[in-house]
């Protein structure tokens, strides 16, 4: 292994894997899973998410998860940030015992999406979030962007690719230090990843960039490799494949961590963390959680000879 | 869309998809199955295997679901051969209502799984799927034969690619008229599938090749894209993923039919099937199995675009 990874898994469990489950995960529940990632070898965390907690009870203990985070060194936290009150509180945490190290701001790349879940715009985001990446960056944080549904809308349909290459572009010229495309919805196919994300690094060079990949329609652990077969060395994904709604049978989560530590682990590509670890975490959660995790990996394992059955003659 | 599709699906559901569910299936539902699958416009389906009735109760009803086959013109079926006596009873269906169309064989690339599997080791597959390739080929059928634990064996983990290569080549010489290469146990990863899917291209051509993958650790779709991507045009898959064994969590079925629908239909690739009603039957038969079906495109369904909620503005 080298020193540096080849590729670098972001944890979204915390996050995005628990934001839309129902029932509240306890603070010290949510402190204990992060432990777990960084025991992994996950160096970037996404630990919360600052929305008005009216809106989304599950992160309202944004702060009191921030309080107590591992002080591992090496490891970048990142608070996700949906508008200007979120940069500031993602700064305030700069006064505290383990600051943020990361700004992850959000343009979603559809008008109609954009104005149903939060009211706002495209051109509107794209005032907004220059301002935030400006703020958080003078702050001393990271600041980081993800443009939402880029493969893809849930109103609208297709978003055309010279759409998202543009709001990348405009983004790197307003300061972003990594821009991330989202396939919100798990709407994407490897052709459309690999070629849109190849643009988007010709677009915005030397700034690196980051996929999110949901898995809702199995296609995810294919359109992360045509991701990095096009270059991309960064991927978001969640223990067990976490962020689907228990409600809601059809909207599978985010791409496992553990699908892609298998994927990139047996294609020789090193990332970093440590599958084993990761099944232990992933058994671990499922008690929290009372269910099992829907990642397909997670449940099988990694691949290990079982002992020939007593009787068999080889 | 062109006359001939640019891939062929072989649905695999009412074989490999059923094999492993404790609760037997009724005949009629079977069919009832099949008469679904020929009206996706799958044009080849594997509908039976000849195994031993005590080891596979859910299969002893093989001849009973051919006897009811839909007389679809144009479709190919498929009977499962796994010794000379199953080639045996593929070949009394031509005398028939509606005679199979292809014998489907089986070598196994691992000495320890063929025995414990079949008491039957590497060598001896091959003395006798030469001799069962040449009788069904002899009788009419179309001689076809899968290499199983391709990409690797339950009990002696990894399989050499260049096994895999020389059983290929014995297979073609022994006049096989498709060779698949299967991955029973949900091992590869994307990178292995197209640089050995290349070589078994390569050693056996002009011979086609067909890919069996299983979604264990959800890599099927990638797995298929690699594939393709390296000339392979047929797949097995089974509809809405079946295959699994509903009392093993961990052992996913077959990659779903929707999920390689949407991943080849959204890439511009004509499969010659339609999603919707391929949809309509994932949704017939779970109600016949009384549960889900594991096929995450399945669950989601076909990309879409939803209303915009009442009360938003664009």
Redesign the interface.
């Known amino acids: 292994m080298s020193a540096t990874p080849a590729i670098t898994i972001v944890e979204v469990s915390p996050r995005d894997g628990l934001q839309n489950e129902a029932n509240l995960v306890e603070t010290a529940n949510k402190i204990a899973l992060i432990e777990r990632l960084v025991a992994m070898g996950a160096r970037r965390i996404e630990v919360a998410s600052f929305v008005n907690p009216r809106r989304v009870p599950q992160m309202a203990d944004g702060e009191a998860v921030i309080a107590g985070l591992p002080d591992a060194p090496g490891v970048r936290y990142i608070g996700l940030c949906l508008n200007e009150r979120g940069v500031d509180r993602a700064i305030a945490t700069l006064d505290g015992r383990r600051p943020l190290d990361e700004a992850g701001c959000v343009l979603v790349a559809s008008?109609?999406f954009g104005?149903?879940n939060q009211g706002q715009s495209i051109a509107d985001g794209i005032t907004a979030n220059s301002a935030m990446l400006a703020k958080a960056k003078a702050a001393g944080l990271f600041a980081q962007v993800t443009v939402s549904a880029a493969f893809?809308?849930?109103?609208?349909?297709p978003v055309p690719a010279d759409r998202v290459i543009d709001l990348a572009r405009r983004m790197a010229d307003a300061g972003a230090q990594e821009i991330a495309l989202a396939d919100t919805?798990?709407?994407g196919?490897?052709?459309?990843v690999g070629e849109l994300t190849e643009r988007v690094i010709e677009a915005i060079a030397p700034i690196p960039i980051r996929l999110h990949l949901h898995?809702?329609?199995?296609?995810a652990?294919?359109n992360?490799?045509?991701g990095y077969q096009a270059g991309c060395r960064t991927f978001d994904s969640a223990l067990g494949g976490l962020g689907g709604c228990p409600f809601a049978?059809?909207?599978?989560g985010n791409v496992?961590t553990?699908?892609l530590l298998?994927?990139f682990g047996?294609?020789?590509i090193d990332h970093g963390l440590d599958l084993e670890t990761t099944l232990a975490a992933n058994a671990w959660f499922a008690t929290i959680m009372g269910r099992?995790l829907p990642?397909?990996?997670g449940?099988?394992?990694d691949?290990?000879?079982?002992?020939?059955?007593t009787g068999?003659?080889?």
Chains 1, 2 share one sequence.
């Not at 196919?189 to 459309?192: D, H, K, L, N, R």
């Not at 898995?215 to 296609?219: I, Q, V, W, Y």
């Not at 691949?303 to 059955?309: D, E, K, L, T």
């Open positions: 008008d109609t104005i149903v893809g809308c849930p109103y609208e349909g919805i798990g709407v196919v490897p052709s459309q898995d809702t329609r199995g296609l652990p294919a992360a490799w045509a049978p059809g909207a599978a496992g553990e699908e298998y994927l047996r294609s020789g099992a990642s397909r990996a449940k099988a394992g691949f290990v000879a079982r002992p020939i059955p068999a003659t080889s």
